[in-house]
């Protein structure tokens, strides 16, 4: 049977932190304290960001210098936030030119639509004012909801043709609105499939919107803002179809991503 005893393992086979073992003359009949170890972890917006481990003589909390630097090693994040904003809002031009003035009441407009088609294209839009009173509860998004469609017309002039439709029509041009203001998903108190039964709706309305984005231009790889705790907004490449409380959003990420890539160009 064996004879040896715990503090003879630790002396032999000593952990990741401990060291060589003593020295057999000096060995002291004590056995060896582990160190306190310390976990820092570095949370941005409540995700995490960074994290290390220490010795502590005494497990309290220490704040080296060598670690204030952490976040010049992290990969920049403003390439991306620029291509993002740009989508949003329709180039490059347009993002320097963004402000957040409330949308104002504005006719909808019809000149990318063929005049025989004009009334169906105002039965379309008031059913959307409807929705935007009634479900968004925002009078901005009524003005909105109206340059998407203006958007989708001038886009598409064959859109009121090719479908007789109008419901489904209608709720594209919601779908893609709600959607770049964030006022449709998770994040919300309304999702997708919620939506539907509450405008009467097929939930189809969302396979067309995305074509409607797509024989607009819209870049489908651009997803969500997912930054900083943002609401997720879908990029449309219309900043009159953004409300100015959504466009404040983006003017402080825009900022954001300005900040640091100048920070980065000073070196």
Do not use: K, Y
């Not at 998903?185 to 919107?209: E, H, K, M, Y």
């Not at 231009?217 to 009159?240: C, I, K, N, Y």
């Amino acid at each position: 049977m064996s004879t040896e005893t715990p503090s003879d393992w630790a002396e032999r086979w000593p952990g990741p932190d401990d060291g060589p073992g003593p020295d057999p003359e000096t060995r002291s009949a004590e056995p060896p304290r582990r160190r306190r170890l310390v976990t820092h972890l570095v949370l941005v917006d409540g995700l995490p960001a960074d994290h290390w481990v220490e010795e502590s003589s005494d497990g309290s909390w220490q704040s080296p210098a060598g670690r204030r630097g952490w976040w010049r090693a992290t990969p920049s994040t403003h390439p991306q936030a620029l291509r993002w904003l740009e989508a949003a809002v329709g180039g490059s031009e347009a993002l320097h030119t963004l402000d957040d003035e409330p949308l104002t009441d504005a006719a909808l407009c019809l000149a990318g639509a063929p005049a025989h088609r004009h009334e169906r294209a105002r039965v379309v839009s008031e059913r959307c004012d409807q929705v935007a009173l009634e479900v968004f509860e925002d009078a901005e998004m009524v003005t909105a909801l109206r340059h998407v469609l203006e958007g989708i017309l001038a886009a598409d002039p064959a859109t009121l043709t090719r479908s007789d439709r109008d419901d489904t029509l209608a709720g594209a041009v919601v779908w893609i609105g709600g959607h770049a203001n964030g006022l449709i998903g998770p994040q919300t108190d309304l999702l997708a499939r919620d939506l539907w039964p509450r405008i009467g709706v097929s939930s189809s309305a969302a396979s067309r919107g995305a074509a409607l984005l797509r024989r607009m231009g819209v870049d489908e790889g651009a997803e969500p803002l997912p930054q900083w705790g943002s609401p997720h907004l879908r990029a449309v490449g219309m900043p009159r179809a953004l409300t100015g409380r959504t466009r404040s959003v983006l003017l402080a990420r825009r900022a954001a991503a300005w900040a640091e890539r100048d920070a980065e160009l000073r070196g």
